[in-house]
């Protein structure tokens, strides 16, 4: 079972992604850990992104939450819909978060831009080549290859309980940012995630992790 606190945030480290057709836990945070994800807007570009991601790059969508500073989202890339091609990131975790930060990142810099330039500061940061402004926190976040099924089912709970434990809602379902809804049948939810969860997890043989502790 994987055990982890609802605002953990995992320590940072160079993130290897590895798309052998494993299931994948992925948490990414907003720069510099600020709520950027507090209003319904925001939130709503990154529900439009997720949608937009999954039909691009054709993964499962199993859980996912959007909390004020940062996201989680479990999901399944099956290993025959990643693109053989070098240098395509087509269902491919690297592809996958581009498609799922690089459209929320540009709609919050342009309205802010438009609507409120005093609040872009608080996304900008001075680089060699001058000013940038970053919407979420530099490098990959946090990849987790999922290989235990019964795994899954728990990451599907942990995914759903954030809100509460931050005291936002008292059941999950209350959120409207998540997919709790919609696992409970609800007609109102944002997305209907992929009833695909397995009972057992097939991993081609070639692409099998060895042990890695480079």
């Known amino acids: 079972m994987i055990v982890m606190s609802a605002d953990s945030n995992p320590p940072r480290k160079k993130v290897k992604h590895y798309d052998n057709g ?13 709520q950027f994800l507090s209003k319904d807007r925001t939130r709503q570009w990154f529900v439009d992104a997720l949608d937009e991601a999954r039909a691009t790059h054709g993964f499962h969508l199993w859980a996912w939450v ?6 989680h989202v479990l999901l399944w890339p099956p290993f025959d819909l990643i693109s053989p091609v070098e240098g395509c990131m087509t269902g491919r975790i690297r592809g996958i978060l581009s498609s799922l930060k690089r459209p929320v990142a540009r709609n919050a810099i342009a309205y802010l831009r438009e609507n409120a330039p005093k609040t872009l500061k608080q996304l900008a940061v001075d680089t060699p080549t001058g000013v940038e402004h970053r919407f979420w926190q530099t490098g990959s ?6 290989s235990e ?3 899954l089912h728990a990451l599907v709970e942990y995914v759903h309980l954030n809100p509460v434990r931050r005291g936002l809602v008292n059941k999950p379902e209350d959120w409207p940012w998540s997919s709790a809804r919609d696992w409970q049948n609800l007609s109102d939810s944002m997305l209907k995630v992929d009833r695909t969860l397995p009972e ?15």
């Open 149 to 151: 099924p019964a795994a």
């Open 141 to 146: 976040g946090h990849d987790e290859n999922v």
């Open 22 to 34: 494993e299931p994948h836990f992925l948490t990414f945070s907003c720069f510099r850990r600020q």
């Open 200 to 214: 057992a997890i097939e991993v081609p043989w070639a692409m099998r992790r060895r042990n890695d502790r480079s």
């Open 66 to 71: 959007i909390m004020p500073e940062h996201v």
